[in-house]
């Protein structure tokens, strides 16, 4: 098991390959725009070659660990959150059970 491995877990190596995406699109966008001439067809294919790298790192950071602390559910826990307080809202305003507190 590698060092790497250890620290990120088993989605490592799509977090690196991310992350060179995400330098290479970077690099081609420092070099287009130290030109004369800027071409903003090619800034923009560069942004989006960065902004993939950025995603396959993030999905990496996400889905590619086993610890369940580095999972990235704030938003289904969010529609939970919401989803309790709108039921007890519903229950005051309809006269339902007033002990009910989640």
Known sequence: MSGLEEKLGPGHQQIVLGLLIFAAGALWGI???????INLQDLFISAVIMLSGAMITMLGISFGTDNEDDRTNDLQDAITELTGMLNTLQAK??????????
């Not at 070099?31 to 001439?37: F, K, Q, T």
């Open 93 to 102: 305003v309809t006269g339902g059970s007033e002990g009910e507190d989640e």
């Open 31 to 37: 070099m287009i725009a130290s030109g004369d001439e």
